[in-house]
């Protein structure tokens, strides 16, 4: 069983920078494209981005490039840092997985990780 | 806002079907497939229905998806109190390059 976790600080403060990792478990990392979705209280969740074992990134524009996302295939962690926050990146954060030839369609979440953002 | 609209909720009592609808574009819905979420509170979503209608392996096939056009429908038969949940669709979208969400459907079981 696939098992993905999210650890990083629950709180950061206006204009710093959100840094998240997340450990998975299993084999053939490149058979997947690694993700990490946020989801604010009582809203839908949205696409931040997703990492490939090539390390090629494919984010969301609505982002404005503030997102940097790193893949260590040898340790199986895959990382978030996004910069310049404000309130409205208070959300939970999420790891998830999709299978290369069904991408977007994400089959193995994290649990979650809180991160208000706060002075 | 979410790109893909859901009604805010849907009910039924114990043994009856539910039907939620999920509203979207030509650039997500009307020219990919659908995906469908279902989320119990202080958890993680979890994967329901993929390509419009295929169920992965533990969902019960009174679980089903269907899509026509730009819009899409998850249906549950022989609604149960576990059903109780918020469900989220989502499909890939063209032009943002990447999978968008409905704003979720809270499922009441009365």
């Known amino acids: 069983q696939v098992l993905m976790q999210e650890s990083g600080p629950g709180l950061v403060k206006p204009s710093e920078t959100l840094s998240l990792t997340c450990s998975f478990s299993?084999?053939?990392?490149?058979?997947?494209?690694w993700s990490w979705i946020r989801q604010p209280q009582g809203k839908g969740p949205e696409w931040i981005a997703f990492i490939f074992s090539s390390g090629t990134v494919s984010s969301n524009p609505s982002l404005k490039s503030r997102a940097t996302l790193s893949l260590d295939t040898s340790t199986r962690q895959l990382s978030l840092r996004l910069r310049s926050v404000t309130a409205a990146d208070t959300a939970m954060y999420f790891c998830?997985?999709?299978?290369?030839?069904?991408?977007?369609?994400?089959?193995?979440w994290g649990q979650g990780a809180m991160v208000t953002v706060s002075p | 806002q979410s790109v893909l609209v859901q009604p805010p909720s849907a009910s039924g009592t114990p043994g009856q079907s539910v039907s939620i609808s999920c509203s979207g574009s030509r650039s997500n819905i009307g020219g990919n497939t659908v995906n469908w979420y279902q989320q119990f509170p202080g958890t993680a979503p979890k994967l329901l229905i993929f390509n419009n209608n295929q169920r992965p392996s533990g969902v019960p096939d009174r679980v089903s998806g269907s899509k026509s056009g730009s819009s899409a429908s998850l249906a549950i038969s022989g609604l149960q109190s576990e059903d109780e949940a918020e469900y989220y669709c989502?499909?890939?979208?063209?032009?943002?390059?990447?999978?968008?969400f409905g704003g979720g459907t809270k499922v009441t079981v009365l």
């Open positions: 989502a499909a890939w979208d063209d032009s943002l390059r990447g999978p968008v």
């Open positions: 299993g084999d053939s990392v490149g058979a997947y494209a």
């Open positions: 998830a997985r999709s299978e290369m030839a069904r991408i977007g369609v994400f089959d193995v």
